[in-house]
């Protein structure tokens, strides 16, 4: 079945500690992208990656880092998450770079830092 | 700021009614998308119109974009319980192939 894999669903952590959240794509998409939603602000892009090796940064990139070392993961790693960063995050692709082709998202993962 | 804005922000109708919900964008476009989302869950991906096309239907959707007065509409006909979710207008900007900003949503509830 063709799907974005994001883990985990739910995470609960502290000031502080690194985390990571993985995005795992099947379907051989070059673009995918990572956005954060709040409520009454919809969704923002955090970071993009054209291809293998090529990021972008979205438009609230601060706290954030990504990697596309292969097609079909990307990463979303908290250096040092704080309490702002509590959110609904989405990771998504999709198959042309040109933002000309929809977007498949995962089902999200809640992130709650204390 | 947002690119895009929904209005109304909630929506509630009946079974059988027409949704009609209006998205405004700020600057020039290659094209504007249309999700759907269900509670908390992944945004599922509606229509896709580009900036030169003034009208797309898929179903009981119908999209219209007018590019002189930035704004999209999104009409659902004959509305179903099952129709209720969020629905997100996403704009990719001219010359900014990668980053697609979404809008805050509009809200639709479809009673029975």
């Known amino acids: 079945e063709a799907q974005v894999t994001q883990n985990p669903r739910y995470l609960i952590t502290v000031t502080g500690k690194k985390l990571t959240v993985t995005c795992s794509q099947n379907?051989?998409?070059?673009?995918m992208s990572w956005y954060r939603q709040d409520p009454g602000l919809g969704l923002r892009q955090i970071y993009y990656s054209m291809n293998v090796e090529v990021t972008d940064k979205g438009d609230v990139p601060e706290g954030y880092k990504v990697s596309r070392k292969e097609k079909r993961n990307f990463p979303l790693i908290l250096e040092s998450p704080s309490p702002n960063q509590t959110s609904l995050y989405f990771c998504?692709?999709?198959?042309?770079?040109?933002?000309?082709?929809?977007?498949?998202f995962g089902n999200g993962t809640r992130l709650t830092v204390t | 700021s947002q690119q895009g804005e929904e209005d109304p922000q909630a929506l509630s109708i009946q079974e059988g009614e027409n949704a009609t919900m209006n998205c405004s964008y700020k600057?020039?476009?290659?094209?504007l998308q249309w999700y759907r989302q269900n509670s908390g869950r992944g945004l599922v991906h509606l229509i896709l119109?580009?900036?030169?096309?003034r009208e797309k239907h898929s179903g009981r959707l119908r999209v219209t974009l007018d590019t002189s007065k930035k704004s999209s509409s999104l009409l659902i006909t004959a509305s179903r319980a099952a129709d209720t979710a969020s629905y997100f207008c996403?704009?990719?900007?001219?010359?900014?192939?990668?980053?697609?900003?979404f809008g805050a949503g509009t809200q639709v509830v479809v009673t029975p």
């Open positions: 998504a692709s999709s198959l042309l770079v040109q933002g000309d082709s929809p977007l498949h």
């Open positions: 379907m051989n998409h070059e673009y």
């Open positions: 119109i580009r900036s030169n096309e």
């Open positions: 996403a704009t990719v900007i001219t010359d900014s192939w990668g980053k697609l900003q």
């Open positions: 600057t020039s476009i290659n094209n």
